[in-house]
């Protein structure tokens, strides 16, 4: 995670500096607010958020695994995350 520093403000109030922060800041919201643009599709999937790591036959459910891939990348994308875009 990268910290991020708020500027300083000015000895005296500047209502011109104060009136920057505000824009700057609604900016960087309005950013924040806009869905991910992943790159990432989705496609017939059924919300999975579980796997048993006992399983006794020591298979892979490959249908159980994708689905819990699919619904992690469904997550994230509804929570604006964007990590998968990078």
Known sequence: MTVV???QPPQEY???WANQLILQLE???TLLSQPANT???TTNITATR???ANHTT???DGE???NVLCTLIEDMKARQLGM???
């Open 58 to 60: 020591g298979a892979v």
């Open 84 to 86: 998968l875009g990078k």
């Open 39 to 41: 790159g990432w599709t």
């Open 14 to 16: 500047d209502p011109q």
């Open 27 to 29: 900016q960087v919201i």
């Open 64 to 66: 159980a695994v994708t």
């Open 5 to 7: 520093r708020l500027p």
């Open 50 to 52: 579980a796997l048993d």
